[in-house]
């Protein structure tokens, strides 16, 4: 079983406009996904919905992986990552992320937490996958 992880999966939402949406959310994400981003749940409508705003506002970026974690279904990582909006702004934010493989090895669940390392504060939730 070949598996996703967030380095991909991020790339291919954020970073490669190039991919269809609904072809990247596909590729990494399971039907029922859920995600927790600093408290707040989305179910995968939702999510769909902050990534499609997320492409229409970031014009590149990129991820560093510090550490990556993952046993049976379980996944877990830390990684910054970095991006440049459309205005000329940039945002950096760390992420701490405890996730759920689907047994397909897409992305079932994600817990994720936030540190805004740079940036403003209406630009929260840039830097994760919510």
Same mark, same amino acid.
């Given at each position: +079983?070949?598996?996703?992880? %967030?380095?991909?999966?991020?790339?291919? =939402?954020? *970073?490669?406009?190039?991919?269809? =949406?609904?072809?990247? %959310?596909? !590729?990494?994400? $399971?039907?029922?996904? @859920?995600?927790?981003? /600093?408290?707040?749940?989305?179910?995968?409508?939702? *999510?769909?919905?902050? %990534?499609?705003?997320?492409?229409?506002?970031?014009? &590149?970026? &990129?991820?560093?992986?510090?550490?990556?974690?993952? /046993?049976?279904?379980?996944?877990?990582? @830390?990684?910054?990552?970095?991006?440049?909006?459309? /205005?000329?702004?940039?945002?950096? +934010?760390?992420?701490? =992320? *405890? &996730?759920?493989? $689907?047994?397909?090895?897409?992305?079932?669940? %994600?817990?994720?937490?936030?540190? +805004?390392?740079?940036?403003?504060?209406? /630009?929260?939730?840039?830097?994760?996958? !919510?």
């Amino acid at each position: +079983m070949s598996r996703t992880a %967030i380095v991909p999966a991020l790339t291919d =939402l954020l *970073f490669r406009p190039e991919v269809d =949406l609904d072809t990247a %959310i596909d !590729r990494h994400f $399971a039907p029922g996904y @859920r995600q927790r981003t /600093d408290g707040v749940w989305a179910d995968r409508a939702g *999510f769909v919905e902050h %990534i499609a705003h997320l492409r229409s506002i970031v014009a &590149g970026g &990129g991820i560093r992986l510090h550490e990556e974690l993952s /046993d049976g279904s379980r996944y877990a990582d @830390r990684h910054t990552v970095e991006v440049c909006k459309t /205005d000329g702004s940039t945002v950096e +934010m760390e992420v701490y =992320l *405890f &996730g759920e493989f $689907a047994p397909d090895g897409r992305f079932r669940r %994600i817990e994720e937490t936030t540190l +805004m390392l740079s940036g403003s504060a209406t /630009d929260r939730g840039l830097g994760s996958a !919510r």
